[in-house]
């Protein structure tokens, strides 16, 4: 599902140069649920925005679901990304729009047909428990009920993989649980899961494969 | 798609809010001044046509010629380059013809101790020839006939009734250029506004897979959707405004112009005034885009 070879990522030149990523190698199996770790400032978020063509390498070869990623054109990145859902710190989910809306905005904005936005909305919300959320706006929401809705949004579109970067970051411990289970729940179904999280404690109770990154290098593939 | 694309730029119209209702009267004031001078120079240009067909060319003859001869001396004009048709008057027919003009006064004529009037030929010249230049070359052409003895007519009030016209559809142009720019100014600020208050919705669209055109087309249709409300609206000021106006100013015209009726914008022309509305609306929401991708 995914396939990183060599990959290094520089941003800045001269003084201000900063390196990223380094010399990273790394394969995701379909279906694997896989725990990205490291500190802040560690390079999770980088290599995250490579995955989905947010940010382009500096070197080395990337493939995604398929998609040979640097190679992508402008007008081929769509494709890409709707085999991707992506789930961030904050849910930046659109306030002007209730829960259902916003995971139909998005069934809409991909062309999917009239006729299966709302059962693939509402199947969406069941999956993550909010259904009975689906009317309420955002600010109406509790920070773990936001980030399940962000999860439904991702999910919704039926992606082949799944990038979850720091989603209980803003959590409380119990919050963090139900999200994490949650998210389980989408890996049980086929999904491929790459979660990053900072956070030590939260990588080992997954007890999933976890890589390790410091500095932007992969220091360790274990599990 | 077709729906969703049309009901995020009604959202997206609804958004811009004054700024995209100061769009929409500029756009109004832009086309419907444009408009004004328009239908300004429409009329003029009726009026223009109307007399250039009416121009007509009198050749006063020194003497009136046998009625033998007569066809042969109008075949002659005839054949002369920029004349399309040719009329003989007699003494005679002239002589009735004054009398008929003079109306209640008529029996003066009788006491006239001869015929007085020369006979002469009316000449109407071809389209092209009806201009100052045209008829300049052909009252020459006339003149050097020997049988006349003086020509009269031309076409030089026609002209500057033209260069009136020309004077209008100038200013149209020109009022019309200024307040379109400004119009395409507001458009693109109503849009760059929209656009940051969408920033969040572009981004979450652009990382869930959705084209360009998808993103960016509502931004689009929204600028043309102003443009066109404010072209309906001017198009409707103008309906309003001839339907008041134009049966007032039709004597005035009658008697100075020689129009029946003040005319309006045809079908086409009103259509392509809404068309230019959605133009000048477009090219505001596509310069906006620019700005805010640049």
């Given at each position: ?29 379909k ?112 920070q ?25 970051g ?54 | ?36 001078f ?6 003029l ?65 009788d ?74 100014l ?39 959707a ?7 609206v ?29 005319v ?24 906006a885009?620019?700005?805010?991708y640049?």
């Amino acid at each position: 599902m995914i396939s990183l070879r060599h990959v290094g990522k520089t941003f800045g030149a001269g003084p201000a140069r900063h390196t990223a990523l380094s010399d990273v190698s790394l394969t995701v199996e379909k279906a694997e649920f896989v725990i990205l770790h490291g500190r802040s400032g560690a390079g999770k978020t980088t290599l995250l925005r490579l995955l989905y063509r947010d940010e382009l390498p500096s070197e080395g070869e990337i493939e995604v679901a398929g998609f040979d990623v640097p190679a992508l054109r402008r007008r081929q990145i769509p494709r890409l990304r709707r085999s991707i859902g992506i789930v961030f710190q904050d849910a930046k989910l659109l306030a002007g729009r209730t829960v259902f809306e916003n995971i139909a905005f998005v069934l809409r904005v991909i062309g999917t047909p009239r006729k299966e936005i709302t059962p693939r909305a509402f199947a969406a919300l069941k999956a993550v428990g909010l259904s009975a959320r689906a009317q309420a706006y955002p600010t109406q929401l509790s920070q773990g009920e936001a980030q399940r809705a962000s999860l439904a949004r991702a999910i919704a579109k039926s992606p082949l993989l799944l990038l979850a970067d720091e989603p209980t970051g803003n959590l409380d411990e119990d919050m963090a649980g139900e999200i994490l289970d949650v998210i389980r729940d989408i890996w049980q179904r086929g999904t491929t899961v790459l979660l990053a999280t900072h956070q030590a404690g939260l990588a080992d109770s997954l007890k999933r494969r976890t890589l390790t990154l410091h500095a932007g290098q992969l220091v360790k593939d274990q599990g | 798609m077709l729906t969703f694309l049309a009901s995020e730029a009604a959202r997206d119209l609804r958004r811009a809010g004054r700024v995209g209702l100061s769009a929409v009267l500029l756009i109004t004031l832009s086309l419907a001044a444009l408009g004004c001078f328009w239908l300004l120079s429409l009329n003029l240009g009726q009026a223009v046509a109307q007399w250039r067909e009416r121009v007509r060319i009198v050749a006063y003859l020194r003497d009136e010629p046998r009625p033998a001869a007569v066809d042969d001396f109008l075949a002659r004009v005839q054949a002369l380059d920029g004349v399309q048709r040719v009329r003989f008057v007699s003494r005679a027919e002239a002589l009735s013809s004054l009398k008929r003009s003079l109306g209640a006064q008529a029996s003066v004529v009788d006491h006239l101790p001869r015929n007085p009037l020369p006979a002469s030929i009316e000449v109407v010249p071809t389209p092209a020839a009806a201009t100052p230049d045209g008829t300049r070359g052909l009252v020459e052409r006339l003149a050097a006939l020997s049988e006349v003895e003086e020509v009269q007519g031309g076409a030089e009030w026609v002209d500057s009734l033209a260069q009136w016209q020309r004077l209008f559809q100038l200013t149209g142009l020109g009022v019309g250029a200024v307040l379109a720019l400004a119009a395409i100014l507001t458009v693109t600020t109503a849009t760059t506004l929209v656009l940051h208050a969408r920033r969040d919705e572009m981004e979450i669209m652009r990382l869930v897979g959705a084209t360009e055109t998808v993103i960016r087309l509502p931004l689009l249709l929204q600028g043309m959707a102003q443009g066109l409300l404010g072209a309906a609206v001017a198009l409707a000021a103008l309906v309003g405004a001839h339907a008041l106006v134009a049966p007032r100013v039709e004597p005035l015209l009658t008697l100075t112009l020689g129009l029946s009726r003040a005319v309006f914008l045809s079908a086409p022309e009103m259509m392509l005034l809404l068309a230019g509305g959605a133009m000048l609306g477009a090219l505001g929401g596509l310069l906006a885009k620019g700005r805010a991708y640049s």
